[in-house]
């Protein structure tokens, strides 16, 4: 009987302080989940989602505090992925945030600019190559077309255009066929 | 590389295996094959598109109004090894316009519009007397010059192909002329009649890749093939060429699928034939070496079948680059009555032109005019029934019903765990499918749409980088400046105390002195 005592208690103080070592030694810094959502937003950076960034909008949801829908150029298919990651049910894009558009590139009438930096310092990738007084251009590959640099100029200089597609960019067309019932795991399509 | 499966490869060509599905198709290579190859006549106009490979568009070299002479580069692509276009004829350059190109989307692309002087001169040539003494860098170089690419459809620029392998180290050359897909038959007129060029142009490529052995791979119904082949291997008095006859099956042809025939070796998905020491070209490929190397000609023509029961003479055709399609067609009789569909490659794999306005390109094999009664009526596509038909046939050992199913419905991770990017494009599983779902064509989409994916993944990560750089500067600026208020305030309150203290000091003199005092 004290045998039986004696060794269960040492066992679970052995292994209180395996456990205990082991969660100091291979600590993660970072929320995990906060990663995986962030891994899915758009990178963007645009703030329609209220949030000052992806990572900020991320964070967020991992605190349950803001919805999945608020992220207009992550669109349907985002929101989509966000649910299956959150095991929560996907819901419409919130409109107050904005609608979905295709994608956009800002571009400078360098003819206009006054070199004033008020764009360079708005924009939340570094996209923008300038100096003051000196005219301002925007680094096409770099641009996420968030429209953060249009509130900010004083002479209207800035312009969305969609982006050009390039030939060796052209794609396959889709099929003319019936999209199967989405949602539905992977039975027969001829069964139902 | 695993050093014993490369060499197993060693090997190749002495036993031969089987790979998976295919199917046995009536070939109708007969009717394109009754005549020699016959030059095209000089065209009234040629159209180079300057897009003729994967990747961007070539740069052009050449003004308008400028005087070219035959074989002088007029294009040079920017990516995948900077490849050249050459002229296909002398003459001058009368724009550089869009114009129809062949390719899927149909879609008009920049081409180099060329008005023949009628005179055919070559330029200056520099041809290489001495290839077996020259240094295998300087062979490869001149195979990229050349603007040589793949001719058996692939269109990869051989120079690229060339030098990755030599960096990997090949132990064998394999020739592929096994032409399995049906009505295309540029490939065998091409052995019958050049068998010389042939082994020459493999006997460069062999040294340029520093290869032991060549294995030349053709079909066992190429009969007059074989002889001719024998012949030409015994007159140059190379050693270690051999010729191997595998069984006709489609897709066999297929890279992956012929070196599993010759080796019985699977190449591991993502994997390349040079993983197990083997580098496969099209024999069509290893005349154009021949020519580049021993003449010093770059690729400006190539042999194209124009059949079908659309065409009233069928044949094969050497044509420049840059014919224009229609000139081929009326060499060859022209369309004979009921012809409905104008095919560029072959009846599996190619894909309808608009128009025969379009130019011959270098991956142009095959025009193939189909007449009302050869094109299927298309039948109304039916629910998939799961018989499993496609994936018994499937040569890459996909499951073409589960990819339809999660490409229709946008599942892409799961399309890329079930290995698209495997997929062949070869046309089997839709050829037999029961329910005529066209498969190839939403996996071509789901490719794409793949690629469209990664792309924006890619960019997403850049900007998420650059946003957390940016954030990172912001936050050491507004600490340095937080530093920089904190220290002056320290070194402020520094005067203030010394001020203070000779404050104190004076203080304390004066009350000394007024104690003196």
Redesign the interface.
Known sequence: MLTAIITITLLGVLFGLGLGWASGKFRVEADPVTEQI?DI?????CGQCNYP???PYAEAIARGEAGINQCPPGGE?GIRALADLLGVEAVPLNPENGEQKPKAVAVIDEAICIGCTLCIQAC????ILGATRQMHTVIES?C?GCDLCLPPCPVDCIEMVEKPR???E??????P????P?GIP?V????Q | MQTHLVNEARHAGERLHHFHGGLRLRHNKKISCQVPVEKTPLAIRYFVPLRQQTGREAEPLVRTGQSVMKGDPVGRFPQLGGGYLHAPTSGRVTAIARHPNSHPSGEEGLCVVLKPDGLDRWGPLEPLTDWEGTDPGLLRQKIRDAGIVGLGGAVFPTGVKVGEASERGIHTLILNGAECEPYISCDEMLMREQPDTIIHGARILQRAIGAERTVIAIEDQMGAVNASLTGAIKRSGAAGIEIVKVTTIYPEGGEKQLVQVLTGLEIPAGGRPTDLGLLCQNVATATAVARAVSEGKPLIERIVTVTGNGIRKPRNLLAQIGTPIANLVDQCGGYAPGAARLVLGGPMMGYALASDSNPVIKAANCILVLTEDDIRPPQPEMPCIRCGECARVCPAMLLPQQLNWSIRNGLWDETTDLGLAECIECGCCDFVCPSHIPLVEWFRFGKSELQILNAERQQAETARMRFEARESRLENLKLERKQRIAQKKRALGDANEKQEKIAAAIERARAGKGGEN
Do not use: F, H, I, Y
């Not at chain 1, 937003?41 to 950076?45: A, C, I, N, S, Y």
């Not at chain 1, 939340?124 to 996209?127: E, F, I, K, Q, T």
């Not at chain 1, 052209?170 to 099929?175: C, E, G, H, K, Y």
């Not at chain 1, 027969?188 to 069964?191: A, F, H, L, T, V």
């Open positions: 962030n937003l758009p990178q963007t950076q960034g992806c990572r298919s939340p990738v570094d996209a770099e996420t390039a030939p060796e052209w794609t396959w067309p889709r099929p066929g019936q999209k199967s989405a992977a027969p399509e001829g069964s």
